[in-house]
């Protein structure tokens, strides 16, 4: 039986039916879910809470006791030398101690407003900053926002290091809450008051008062109290003597705090920011000294690297750090820094840095002439000013082999140009234009314009990556900082460690005084050195090095001599700046000011930059002895530091190859041998680029003829004798004569030619094989295979009966002959005759008697060969008086 379908209508009431049925079920299920997840969310807050509790409870077990003294007294912080030794302790030392009724109350209203402002209701913890810390830690991550209180900085300074770490906060919380048990609010404010560091080795108000403004705290104004109220959060960024612009900002950011918190009015508030962050700063003559080293400058090259490392309040903590400082090098800068004797006036100053060639490690540095602790400015660091033509090499042409892979004889053309789209005319420091030069003359006789031109070669681009590597910042690279008077600024200890980097294989390490920090645990360490990174390739650094090196050579053009060091492998570079003609006419300066000097040069050993001028930018330097001072300087501190201490030679690396081309060649050409010595310079190539085409430029000379030929057959006319002279071409280079070669043949009349021999002199002694005859004989002078016109001598050859070589006759009597009287054996007359006799030969040699031989005939000069004549006997003598023998 076959089951009824439903119609449409029942199948939809059916559907409905069982939706309803579910729909109860569905709702419970839910709320059993929502019952579970919230039932475990408050087991997980309820562990939590006991597991915070808990872990709170143990870190606060673990926490140091109340010690009053430290809580007084600032933390001593200990500064090593880089051989281990201590050469400053910073804490307490010079601090004038403020009671709490003796502070204003506008200071201490700062303050509050600034740090604490709920300090008088909390007992130690302010839960409602802490919750804004909290939001601002979820949002920005954990450490982004404190929320510590005047009790809980008085705690960390005293007893805790300052490191953002739970165990750190929850130990100085429950410190916090035991110091609000024992002391008053009053008696905690006072420790505060007296324990923060304010700059540099300064600590407390009552200190920072004496030295920023000479001023008892009572004296100070409102402006000036919120100026120090707001040095707390960051001491050394905030030094109104160093950084005025941010110490303004934060001393106005604190009137506002106090206006928000009811302190002070809206009109006190303008009047106070009104006023200059300058105006009340105490000079330097009534500025406290609040000596902590015998190195002040040194020390606040590192304060200054703790502070840029977000570690410039540990020193109130109590740190152990690790430095640089070559004890002797600072030694030896300070002394001749102070020697008043090395400067050419009153009133020059100078900053100088010393830099470890490989480790990029400040060994030593001079402030400034007679430099205090805590003068505020510091020209080694602080000064940030433009380079001069110290920039060129840098940005010009390390860039240029480095992309371009240019030699050291790279061609430029030193003539008259304006920069792109300007009418300013690019100019040299003698206003005169050398045409084509080389590279390294381009650089070491410091011309601008070819300097310009190679930055234009390389590109702003390059140029501007290529200064990066070497911690070079530069926003934009114009044409103008091709020679050092754009945008680009740069300080002592900054240039040192660039010009390091071309001393160091083209490795460059960031410049640090620190090498680590130790906490007060003894055990946390922090580590401060610099990693070493490849700025330019090897042969970059060394072709630049070589070029520096002639800055300082023994070239007349050099401009950097004054600098050398006798023995030492030493390369630099000169610099100096100039004033716009707009400053010439506004200041009326002399024609021969400029504004300041430069000097950087390096050893392997250590890279010294030196700057001079004067405070104010319109004193300028008017006398070579000024602009000079940073090169004696230089060579004054890189004598002494060097003195028993090993120094290496700059090593040419397989990279780089030396050719001889000719100057001016273009592309460059090897230079041939006829290159006048003027044109040939021996320069540097990237192994690869060197050139191998000889230039044609210069014909080879036209040899000269030899001449004066002469040719003598020997008594028994077994060999002949030939002679000449010639003037041999020259070396270019030496201007000795070039090795000839010449080559002698003789020449039958009407028959051939016979090669008799070839020699590098101007003679030749050769067996007689010839047939009897006339003959020619002619001698080419042979160069590089260039062949001269022959000089020639006409010669014969005669054969001799063998009779005729008899020296007896038989048929004669033998005849002696006489002595003059008082003439000895008369050799001197024999050899006069006998000298005739050669005068025969001479003749022969033109070819009158050719095989004449009288000069070798012994006992007389007269002819004996002439056609085999017996020899004359000789008349009776004559005896000569004794005026006739002495001439004969």
């Known amino acids: 039986m076959t089951e009824r379908r439903q119609t449409r209508g029942e199948h939809q009431k059916t559907r409905a039916q069982k939706n309803k049925e579910k729909a109860p079920k569905s709702t419970s299920s839910v709320k059993t879910w929502f019952k579970r997840i919230f039932l475990t969310l408050v087991a997980i807050g309820v562990v939590g809470l006991v597991g915070g509790a808990g872990l709170f409870a143990y870190y606060a077990s673990t926490a140091p006791e109340l010690n009053e003294e430290l809580l007084k007294d600032p933390v001593s912080s200990e500064f090593y030398d880089k051989n281990g030794e201590i050469f400053a302790t910073i804490g307490a030392e010079n601090r004038k101690y403020i009671k709490y009724e003796d502070i204003p109350e506008d200071m201490v209203n700062a303050i509050l407003a600034t740090e604490d402002v709920r300090f008088f209701q909390h007992h130690g913890m302010d839960f409602y900053r802490l919750g804004g810390a909290i939001l601002a830690n979820f949002r920005d991550g954990f450490g982004a926002q404190g929320a510590s209180t005047l009790t809980q900085q008085v705690v960390k300074n005293s007893f805790l290091q300052n490191e953002k770490k739970l165990k750190r906060k929850a130990q100085e919380a429950w410190l916090a809450f035991q110091l609000e048990r024992k002391y008053s609010k009053e008696e905690i404010f006072e420790m505060y008051f007296n324990k923060m560091l304010m700059s540099g080795r300064i600590y407390g108000f009552g200190t920072a008062s004496q030295y920023f403004y000479g001023k008892e705290l009572s004296e100070l104004t409102l402006d000036e109290e919120a100026l120090l109220a707001g040095m707390v959060q960051r001491p050394n960024a905030y030094n109104p003597l160093k950084n005025p612009d941010l110490a303004e900002k934060r001393r106005n950011i604190v009137l506002g705090l106090m206006l928000q918190h009811g302190k002070i009015s809206k009109a006190e508030m303008d009047e106070a920011k009104a006023v200059e962050v ?121 860039p240029a082999i480095e992309y371009l892979k240019w030699s050291t004889g790279q061609t430029l053309v030193d003539e008259r140009m304006n920069y792109t789209g300007s009418k300013q005319t690019i100019t040299n420091w003698d206003d005169k234009y050398l045409g084509a030069m080389t590279a390294r003359k381009a650089l070491y006789t410091s011309r601008n314009v070819p300097a310009v031109k190679t930055l234009k070669e390389v590109g702003t681009d390059k140029a501007q990556e290529f200064i990066g590597r070497l911690g070079i910042d530069a926003e934009n690279v ?57 700025a330019m390739s090897d042969y970059t650094a060394y072709m630049v090095t070589d070029m520096l090196r002639d800055v300082v050579g023994n070239k007349p053009d050099a401009p950097g001599t004054a600098a050398n060091v006798s023995g030492l492998d030493i390369a630099g570079k000169t610099g100096t700046t100039n004033y716009s003609k707009a400053d010439f006419d506004k200041h009326n300066l002399p024609s021969t000011s400029v504004p300041e000097s430069w000097f950087a040069g390096y050893t392997t050993n250590y890279s010294i930059a030196v700057w001079s001028g004067y405070e104010k930018h319109f004193d300028p330097i008017t006398t070579w002895d000024e602009r000079r001072l940073p090169q004696h300087l230089f060579k004054q501190i890189m004598n002494e530091i060097s003195a028993n201490v090993e120094t290496s030679r700059f090593k040419k690396p397989s990279s780089v190859v030396e050719a001889t081309i000719e100057v001016g060649s273009n ?178 040699n033109n070819g009158n008697n050719g095989n004449n031989d009288n000069g070798n005939n012994g006992n007389n000069g007269n002819n004996d060969n002439n056609g085999g004549q017996p020899p004359t006997p000789p008349t009776e003598p004559t005896t000569p008086d004794g005026e006739d023998a002495s001439t004969e």
């Open 278 to 398: 300058t105006a009340g700063l105490a000079d330097d003559a009534t500025r406290q000294s609040f000596a902590g080293s015998k190195y002040d400058a040194f020390l606040d090259i590192v304060i200054n690297e703790l502070e840029k490392n977000d570690d410039g309040t540990a020193m109130a903590e109590g740190i152990k750090v690790y430095t640089t400082l070559d004890p002797n090098a600072q030694k030896i800068v300070e002394n001749i820094m102070n020697d008043d004797a090395n400067f050419p006036t009153e009133n020059i100053e100078t900053g100088i840095a010393v830099v470890d060639t490989k480790s990029g490690q400040i060994q030593a540095v001079g402030g400034g002439r007679n430099y205090g602790a805590e003068r505020g400015f510091n020209y080694a660091e602080d000064l940030k000013h433009q380079p001069g033509s110290t920039m060129k090499p840098l940005l010009d042409y390390g």
């Open 478 to 534: 114009f044409e103008s900082d091709a020679i050092g008077g754009g945008d680009i600024a740069m300080s002592p200890i900054q240039m040192a460690a660039s010009y390091a980097a071309f001393g160091n294989n083209g490795v460059y390490t960031t410049p640090h005084a620190i090498t680590k920090i130790v906490y007060r645990d003894g055990k946390t360490s922090k580590d401060y050195t610099q990693k070493p990174n490849v």
């Open 667 to 844: 592309p460059l050409r090897l230079a041939s041998d006829f290159t006048p010595s003027d044109r040939r310079q021996t320069e540097l190539f990237v192994r690869g680029t060197e050139p191998t085409e000889v230039s044609n430029e210069y014909e080879a000379p036209e040899l000269s003829t030899p001449y004066s030929v002469s040719a003598s057959l020997d008594l028994g006319g077994q060999s002949i004798s030939i002679g000449w002279e010639h003037d041999a071409l020259l070396d270019p280079e030496t201007n000795e004569p070039l090795p000839t070669t010449f080559e002698v043949s003789a020449t039958l009349e009407g028959g051939e030619t016979f090669k008799l021999g070839t020699t590098d002199s101007k003679g030749l002694t050769v067996g007689n094989t010839l047939e009897d005859g006339n003959y020619v004989i002619s001698v080419v002078a042979i160069f590089d295979g260039t062949r001269s016109e022959p000089g020639t001598t006409s010669f014969q050859v005669t054969s001799i009966p063998d009779e005729d070589l008899e020296t007896d006759n038989p048929d004669e009597p033998d005849i002696e002959n006489p002595t003059p009287p008082d003439q000895g054996d008369n050799s001197g007359n024999e050899n006069g005759n006998g000298n005739n006799g050669n005068g025969n030969n001479g003749n022969g």
